[in-house]
């Protein structure tokens, strides 16, 4: 069976500036925020025909975008002004932003098992047999023959490795016989 993919949802930065609101948006959260209110007073009520007069929150979205639609031109131009505003206060905000690095979330350099993974992959597909199809059989294959090889071959893959994720690994041998040449 063919399993389902799973999308991450994109994390916002926590010091991002809050998107502006439009006209809309503000109308239903200071009607949701009413809204709350007389709810609460119908709840705490001892009066049984307040608390029937509650609205589920069910109905609340459609009862509230009803209500837009209906609203005069002259209240909607109140709230759109308060958009503009809102608007204005993100476009200020995101000026002075300056958002995180994007290499800051980098994968991970490969490792040495990384390095031999696909050049043992690569030679398992030039062979006649080929790459077996079923599943996790290609790193059993590949996982047994990594713990058949030497240190000295590990140690071959391990330097590629550093060579790929820009690390150079001479350099660093060199520095150390230079210290050990002084010493």
């Keep these: 069976a063919k399993r389902k993919q799973t999308y991450k949802r994109k994390r916002k930065d926590d010091g991002a500036p809050v998107r502006a609101l439009s006209g809309y948006n503000l109308f239903i959260k200071e009607r949701f925020a009413e809204l709350k209110k007389e709810n609460e007073k119908a709840l705490k009520s001892q009066d049984v025909n307040d608390q029937m007069r509650r609205v589920p929150p069910s109905n609340l979205v ?15 131009a109140k709230y759109d002004e308060r958009a503009k505003a809102d608007r204005k206060r993100y476009e200020e905000q995101m000026a002075q932003y300056n958002p995180p690095d994007k290499n800051s979330g980098r994968k991970r350099g490969k490792s040495g098992y990384n390095m031999f993974f696909s050049a043992h992959v690569l030679r398992l597909k030039q062979t006649d047999t080929g790459v077996p199809s079923e599943r996790g059989s290609v790193a059993r294959l590949v996982g047994e023959a ?11 893959y391990e330097r590629e490795a550093d060579k790929h994720n820009g690390m150079n690994p001479m350099k660093d041998e060199e520095e150390e016989e230079e210290g050990d040449d002084h010493a």
Excluded: R, V
């Design 62 to 76: 459609a009862q509230t975008g009803n209500e837009w639609k209906a609203l005069a031109p002259e209240l909607k």
């Design 146 to 156: 990594w713990k058949s090889l030497s240190p000295e071959e590990k140690s071959y």
